[in-house]
């Protein structure tokens, strides 16, 4: 923006000049107002050089596509025609105002909000202008920069007043009064003697951190209700929430995007690293960001929420610490009490003082909610709150988050379907957690949410084979870094600080209750690895404690999770751990879902004898139980292994099965079911059933996110069309469905790769076209007409 931009009419100006000022203001080329206008370049030039008189026509267009303000329109005709502009009416005396504050770095990443700013105070219809954000996002900055360019906008110019000083909101007239050089008088209200200085005076008004005198709301409204010409900016943490009041929420410096591998020159462009960079070279001035450091930048950027105070308080410290090394030591403590520069006003020195500022305007029930809300990480949702923070001496938890909110220390935006997700930026909590720490409530806070988060994996424990499963899992997804939290404090206590755990007895028992429940959304969500990680530490703890029904479903779940991940020999020793532990303590759920797994582990290794036996005894169980929903996963299971043993049988089951599942509405178990009607078809010749079975299996697969099941399909459409002699198209479906496993780390069991090479025969040593990235390769393969998308696709990533 040209800060020399005044979009007021002068009787001293041509057509043309007008017309060329308000052309940069905008910062349109020639050719770009042009084509706005719809004439040519050249027209422009003439027109801007004074070599030519618009028509009306013309005139009228380049009035739209300059945006003049609908007062100074018939003016800006006029002139087109040679008219002159009405002279204005004499001016008082120039207002004697202080020179703006001159800030002494650039302002980097702001160019979008810069503009927002700008046209939102030279738009005739507004008055008030609120910038609002959390502590340490660039309010003020941000604030002298639009001052700077406005100066000439504004006739009789700019003042800006700071507030941080001021005391009592009944202070805050007197202020604007000193700035603007009222002097006392007797028996005269200063509002008075304020509205009879600024009456014809055209004056922009920067009031600097308002947040704690927001009860002079009242009295700055008054002010400009008496005073037209006054135009007002403010920087706030919280909103004036007066009437004409404009808010501009102010949002973090954006994030460079992760995409692997890094590369210096486009992680640079982000804003965040971008000034992080410029501040690191401010105190070592060889800094340059690497292929060795990106990786540790990109990282620090993003551990302090692009926050603008933060990045520069961690980009000083540089001239001691290489960026990895300042990544690991950004602690708690670390990154809120590390100084800062010493010019800056002491509230900015520290982020824990900046921070602290906010918290010391809250309410006694607000600074408690607000600490409480410090053991949570990421985001989570108003029934979280309710049921960790809430209890019978805390009431009224949605008006206090929405108090906490108006000051901008937690942010609060809409989720699936439209639910509230609420979260806090990570400097922020750490401020909250300590205070949580100070207020003595830190273990019984992280036991509540421990408890919380495990009746909700418990709860969609049970709907995972039911028709609500889809939600549920994506559900499981949003909140699985609360589980990791819970899990952390199971193992180690990492995420929750202190070794041990807050109540004793509780020490390790939420992590096996959790993980029992989780594992089966590890499986079909294909968190393998982290999965499996997380069952072997618990496996690994003490067990003396440990109540023998979780400790066999444990064992159960890292087994299931180890044979998905082809290592077959651990998976049947861990299952078979767990069928004796559950045999012992007379489980027969238990009992009948080990059968299962140690019958499919069979199968993969080859074992059909086996298979049969393991799964015939779980069905009997089940079937002696009435476990509806354990019979049709088994029918699958039975009907898949007696494939090419007894294929009359076979397709029995799975007709079975699935006529089970629909009616459950398991869509996982239908999708799995529809895969071995698949391979049954197959094997009997019947291509086109075949290819119809694994088409509906894939659409299911693909809207539950589970990579397995699409690999699965996508393998299961290979091998029909190596079975009518399709030699490239087998090609490229298998070589999808291989990338597939090898990022979700499942290869395929020998057994079940044997079922496939029947068909393929030396296909699969067809090699990748170079310009077919396996990304790519799969995207476009499950893009294809033929392979039917789901209305609502669920989550497909894959944190292998």
Same mark, same amino acid.
């Given at each position: 923006?040209?800060?020399?931009?005044?979009?007021?009419?002068?009787?001293?100006?041509? $057509?043309?000049?007008?017309?060329?000022?308000?052309?940069?203001?905008?910062?349109?080329?020639?050719?770009?107002?042009?084509?706005?206008?719809?004439?040519?370049?050249?027209?422009?030039?003439?027109?801007?050089?004074?070599?030519?008189?618009?028509?009306?026509?013309?005139?009228?267009?380049?009035?739209?596509?300059?945006?003049?303000?609908?007062?100074?329109?018939?003016?800006?005709?006029?002139?087109?025609?040679?008219?002159?502009?009405?002279?204005?009416?004499?001016?008082?005396?120039?207002?004697?105002?202080?020179?703006?504050?001159?800030?002494?770095?650039?302002?980097?990443?702001?160019?979008? /909000?810069?503009?927002?700013?700008?046209?939102?105070?030279?738009?005739?219809?507004?008055?008030?202008?609120?910038?609002? &954000?959390?502590?340490?996002?660039?309010?003020? %900055?941000?604030?002298?920069?639009?001052?700077?360019?406005?100066?000439?906008?504004?006739?009789?110019?700019?003042?800006?007043?700071?507030?941080?000083?001021?005391?009592?909101?009944?202070?805050?007239?007197?202020?604007?009064?000193?700035?603007?050089?009222?002097?006392?008088?007797?028996?005269?209200?200063?509002?008075? %003697?304020?509205?009879?200085?600024?009456?014809?005076?055209?004056?922009?008004?920067? =009031?600097?951190? $308002?947040?704690?005198?927001?009860? !002079?709301?009242?009295?700055?409204?008054?002010?400009?209700?008496?005073?037209?010409?006054?135009?007002?900016?403010?920087?706030?943490?919280?909103?004036?929430?007066? #009437?004409?009041?404009?808010?501009?929420?102010?949002?973090?410096?954006?994030?460079?995007? @992760?995409?692997?591998?890094?590369?210096?020159?486009?992680?640079?462009?982000?804003?965040?690293?971008?000034?992080?960079?410029?501040?690191?070279?401010?105190?070592?001035?060889?800094?340059?960001?690497?292929?060795?450091?990106?990786?540790?930048?990109?990282?620090?950027?993003?551990?302090?929420?692009?926050?603008?105070?933060?990045?520069?308080?961690?980009?000083?410290?540089?001239?001691?610490?290489?960026?990895?090394?300042?990544?690991?030591?950004?602690?708690?403590?670390?990154?809120?009490?590390?100084?800062?520069?010493?010019?800056?006003?002491?509230?900015?020195?520290?982020?824990?003082?900046?921070?602290?500022?906010?918290?010391?305007?809250?309410?006694?029930?607000?600074?408690?909610?607000?600490?409480?809300?410090?053991? $949570?990480?990421?985001?989570?949702?108003?029934?979280?709150?309710?049921?960790?923070?809430?209890?019978?001496?805390?009431?009224?938890?949605?008006?206090?988050?929405?108090?906490?909110?108006?000051?901008?220390?937690?942010?609060?935006?809409?989720?699936?379907?439209?639910?509230?997700?609420?979260?806090?930026?990570?400097?922020?909590?750490?401020?909250?957690?300590?205070?949580?720490?100070?207020?003595?409530?830190?273990?019984?806070?992280?036991?509540?949410?421990?408890?919380?988060?495990?009746?909700?994996?418990?709860?969609?424990?049970?709907?995972?084979?039911?028709?609500?499963?889809?939600?549920?899992?994506?559900?499981?997804?949003?909140?699985?870094?609360?589980?990791?939290?819970?899990?952390?404090? +199971?193992?180690?206590?990492?995420?929750?600080?202190?070794?041990?755990?807050?109540?004793?007895?509780?020490?390790?028992?939420?992590?096996?209750?959790?993980?029992? %429940?989780?594992?089966?959304?590890?499986?079909?969500?294909?968190?393998?690895?982290?999965? #499996?990680?997380?069952?072997?530490?618990?496996?690994?703890?003490?067990?003396?404690?440990?109540?023998?029904?979780?400790?066999?479903?444990?064992?159960?779940?890292?087994?299931?999770?180890?044979?998905?991940?082809?290592?077959?020999?651990?998976?049947?020793?861990?299952?078979?751990?767990?069928? /004796?532990?559950?045999?012992?303590?007379?489980?027969?759920?238990?009992?009948?879902?080990?059968?299962?797994?140690?019958?499919?582990?069979?199968?993969?290794?080859?074992?059909?004898?086996?298979?049969?036996?393991?799964?015939?005894?779980?069905?009997?169980?089940?079937?002696?139980?009435?476990?509806?929903?354990?019979?049709?996963?088994? =029918?699958?299971?039975?009907?898949?292994?007696?494939?090419?043993?007894?294929?009359?049988?076979?397709?029995?089951?799975?007709?079975?099965?699935?006529?089970?599942?629909?009616?459950? &509405?398991?869509?996982?178990?239908? !999708?799995?079911?529809?895969?071995?009607?698949?391979?049954?078809?197959?094997?009997?010749?019947?291509?086109?059933?075949?290819?119809?079975?694994?088409?509906?299996?894939?659409?299911?697969?693909?809207?539950?996110?589970?990579?397995?099941?699409?690999?699965?399909?996508?393998?299961?459409?290979?091998?029909?069309?190596?079975?009518?002699?399709?030699?490239?198209? +087998?090609?490229?479906?298998?070589?999808?469905?291989?990338?597939?496993?090898?990022?979700? !780390?499942?290869?395929?069991?020998?057994?079940?790769?044997?079922?496939?090479?029947?068909? @393929?025969?030396?296909?699969?040593?067809?090699?990748?076209?170079?310009?077919?990235?396996?990304?790519?390769?799969?995207?476009?393969?499950?893009?294809?007409?033929?392979?039917?998308?789901?209305? !609502?696709?669920?989550?497909?990533?894959?944190?292998?």
């Amino acid at each position: 923006m040209d800060p020399d931009a005044n979009t007021t009419m002068s009787s001293q100006q041509t $057509f043309g000049q007008r017309v060329r000022q308000q052309r940069h203001r905008l910062r349109l080329t020639q050719a770009e107002l042009a084509e706005r206008v719809g004439c040519s370049e050249i027209t422009v030039r003439k027109i801007e050089a004074g070599e030519r008189t618009p028509s009306r026509q013309i005139a009228e267009l380049l009035a739209r596509s300059l945006e003049i303000a609908a007062n100074e329109r018939d003016a800006f005709l006029d002139c087109a025609r040679g008219q002159p502009a009405p002279r204005e009416a004499p001016r008082r005396p120039p207002l004697s105002l202080a020179r703006l504050p001159a800030p002494i770095t650039r302002l980097l990443g702001r160019d979008a /909000d810069v503009t927002t700013v700008c046209r939102r105070l030279q738009d005739t219809g507004v008055r008030l202008v609120t910038l609002v &954000g959390p502590p340490g996002i660039g309010k003020t %900055r941000l604030s002298l920069q639009v001052a700077a360019l406005l100066q000439g906008h504004f006739a009789d110019g700019v003042v800006f007043v700071p507030l941080a000083p001021v005391g009592e909101p009944e202070l805050v007239l007197d202020t604007i009064g000193q700035a603007l050089g009222v002097t006392e008088a007797t028996g005269e209200p200063l509002f008075d %003697r304020l509205c009879a200085l600024l009456e014809g005076y055209r004056l922009l008004l920067v =009031l600097d951190n $308002f947040e704690h005198v927001l009860r !002079a709301a009242g009295d700055l409204a008054r002010l400009l209700e008496a005073c037209p010409q006054l135009t007002v900016l403010a920087t706030s943490r919280a909103a004036l929430l007066v #009437r004409g009041e404009q808010v501009v929420p102010l949002a973090p410096l954006a994030l460079p995007a @992760l995409t692997w591998p890094l590369e210096p020159e486009a992680v640079v462009r982000a804003p965040a690293v971008e000034l992080f960079v410029e501040r690191a070279r401010a105190v070592a001035p060889h800094f340059a960001l690497t292929t060795d450091n990106v990786a540790a930048v990109a990282a620090i950027c993003a551990r302090l929420d692009g926050l603008p105070l933060a990045i520069e308080l961690a980009a000083a410290r540089t001239r001691l610490l290489a960026p990895l090394a300042l990544l690991e030591r950004l602690g708690q403590k670390y990154l809120l009490h590390g100084a800062g520069p010493r010019d800056l006003p002491p509230r900015h020195q520290t982020l824990h003082n900046a921070i602290a500022w906010s918290y010391n305007l809250l309410t006694p029930a607000e600074q408690r909610l607000f600490a409480r809300l410090g053991v $949570f990480i990421g985001e989570y949702d108003l029934a979280a709150v309710e049921a960790v923070c809430g209890d019978d001496e805390f009431s009224g938890v949605l008006e206090l988050l929405g108090a906490l909110a108006d000051h901008s220390l937690v942010r609060v935006a809409e989720g699936p379907g439209g639910a509230m997700r609420i979260g806090m930026l990570e400097t922020i909590r750490e401020f909250a957690l300590e205070r949580l720490g100070e207020s003595g409530e830190l273990a019984a806070m992280r036991v509540r949410y421990a408890r919380h988060y495990l009746a909700l994996a418990a709860r969609a424990d049970g709907e995972l084979n039911g028709p609500e499963q889809e939600r549920w899992l994506d559900r499981l997804e949003r909140e699985h870094d609360h589980f990791r939290a819970v899990l952390a404090w +199971a193992t180690h206590g990492e995420r929750f600080g202190e070794a041990g755990a807050p109540d004793g007895g509780m020490a390790r028992l939420p992590g096996w209750q959790l993980a029992a %429940r989780l594992w089966r959304f590890w499986y079909t969500r294909c968190h393998l690895n982290e999965g #499996r990680r997380w069952l072997a530490a618990l496996l690994a703890t003490d067990q003396d404690d440990a109540p023998s029904p979780e400790h066999a479903r444990l064992l159960l779940g890292a087994g299931v999770l180890a044979r998905a991940q082809g290592d077959l020999d651990e998976g049947r020793r861990l299952i078979d751990a767990s069928l /004796d532990g559950a045999r012992r303590d007379g489980l027969p759920a238990d009992v009948a879902l080990a059968l299962y797994h140690r019958g499919v582990a069979a199968f993969d290794g080859g074992e059909a004898g086996a298979a049969i036996r393991d799964l015939e005894e779980c069905l009997a169980i089940q079937r002696q139980q009435g476990d509806v929903a354990g019979i049709a996963s088994t =029918l699958n299971g039975l009907g898949s292994v007696l494939i090419g043993h007894d294929d009359e049988r076979a397709v029995a089951l799975l007709d079975e099965s699935v006529r089970r599942q629909r009616a459950l &509405g398991n869509r996982r178990g239908e !999708a799995f079911t529809l895969h071995s009607l698949g391979l049954a078809e197959l094997r009997r010749n019947n291509h086109a059933a075949a290819a119809s079975h694994f088409q509906q299996g894939l659409a299911l697969f693909r809207s539950l996110g589970d990579d397995i099941g699409i690999a699965d399909c996508l393998a299961g459409l290979a091998a029909v069309a190596g079975a009518q002699a399709q030699r490239d198209r +087998a090609g490229q479906l298998w070589r999808a469905a291989e990338a597939l496993r090898e990022r979700i !780390a499942a290869p395929l069991a020998t057994a079940e790769r044997d079922v496939y090479m029947r068909y @393929l025969g030396g296909i699969t040593a067809l090699p990748a076209s170079p310009e077919d990235p396996v990304e790519e390769l799969v995207a476009r393969i499950l893009a294809v007409d033929r392979y039917p998308t789901p209305s !609502a696709a669920g989550a497909t990533s894959c944190h292998a």
